[in-house]
């Protein structure tokens, strides 16, 4: 068994536990790879099934497959994590990746006060959402959504969680601990929350969080709560 | 005061508290933030000193400005990370910038025994350090080597530190807490450490530390770690 590469398969693309692999993957099989009809892979489906399975065709165009083992994995706790939009695409697909292989379960990206103007390409967010969950051998596929404000997540997810907002003027990171609740962790965009958003979130009795004296890009603080919170 | 901004200047290129700009920053204090003479700037010298500068020239060509007000900041707990080479260049930059917000003071690259061949390219490791310095408004330059292995890293810096190992097979970071100790904290290169090279950590006394369930890449173990060692 190949340990190192694990492959998505939606579940809709599973049919008696037999599954034709995605397009863009039977390259990877044959080529990369070098596998053959009888080799093994391992799979996940995204909703916690670790999958053991039989390469039974495999040639230029197609590859397909059948499971000969399954295994349900433990979801790990929620983590909804969301983040003001920024515009430099390289590093908001790279805040998404991180985000993925820190363990977030949702991820909301947010129009926010400071974000500006910009278009969020979902093709480009689902793919680094996949990718991301592949390489760090998550078998959950996180989900993600887009809100016109930080207001609208408040409203949406404050309900039964704690608001963990990534702020300066919070509580230096030493002397907090994330407690037994599910919590909404918020990350502001580059030139981070307006002071409206600041008093939305008080209104929702969030704990601000410093995370240190440094200056951090928005996707470094992302990294460092989804940290804090516990990996 | 222009607060958004803080520039480097090499501490010998000031004399008699007044300095030139170098050449790269000419056009961004002229033509992005339209200063001119009799503005205002804020600089760090690397060395720990926040500096108010008033512009005393500013054309096409060259800047030059006078220090009005020098405040000592200081230095932050010290922060030895060395880290597995890894080959892609944009992955590695990317590590170095995110170590830099993060807090490192000595960042250690390392040709591991999983790195394969690479040549580190110094010029682009010190642009990427002194951007994400200025960036994340530090005022201390982290200073950064090569080394061979982390058998070198281990000889020159287990001395009074604590040794600490990023790996899955460590206790959870939730039952982990970094002692008061000055800390060396090692990451694997994709592929992570050698047996020998954990073996070489079991001798030095090192802690493993496991970040969680998820396989993360080189740079977000980084990030990971750092986080946890305090922020």
């Not at 977030?104 to 926010?112: G, K, Q, Y």
């Amino acid at each position: 068994m190949d340990e190192h590469f694990l492959f998505y398969i939606p579940p809709e693309d599973i049919r008696e536990e037999r599954m034709w692999f995605p397009e863009e993957e039977v390259r990877h099989i044959g080529k990369v790879l070098r596998k053959q009809a009888g080799d093994f892979v391992q799979a996940t489906d995204g909703t916690g099934r670790l999958l053991d399975v039989e390469l039974i065709v495999v040639d230029k165009k197609k590859a397909a497959g059948e499971i000969v083992q399954s295994r349900e994995i433990s979801a790990g706790p929620e983590r909804v994590l969301a983040m003001g939009l920024i515009r430099q695409r390289d590093r908001l697909e790279f805040a998404v990746e991180k985000a993925v292989e820190l363990g977030v379960t949702r991820l909301v990206l947010v129009h926010s006060d400071h974000s500006g103007t910009m278009t969020v390409k979902p093709a480009r967010i689902e793919k680094t959402i996949i990718s991301a969950m592949k390489q760090s051998r998550r078998c959950h596929l996180p989900v993600w959504e887009e809100r016109d404000s930080f207001y609208d997540v408040l409203s949406a997810y404050r309900d039964n969680r704690t608001v963990i907002m990534a702020d300066p003027e919070g509580v230096t990171s030493r002397d907090w601990h994330p407690g037994r609740n599910p919590a909404l962790l918020m990350v502001g965009p580059e030139g981070g929350f307006s002071g409206k958003e600041k008093d939305q979130a008080i209104a929702s009795a969030a704990q601000f969080v410093n995370l240190g004296s440094n200056r951090l890009r928005t996707e470094t603080a992302a990294c460092a709560l989804l940290t804090l919170a516990g990996v």
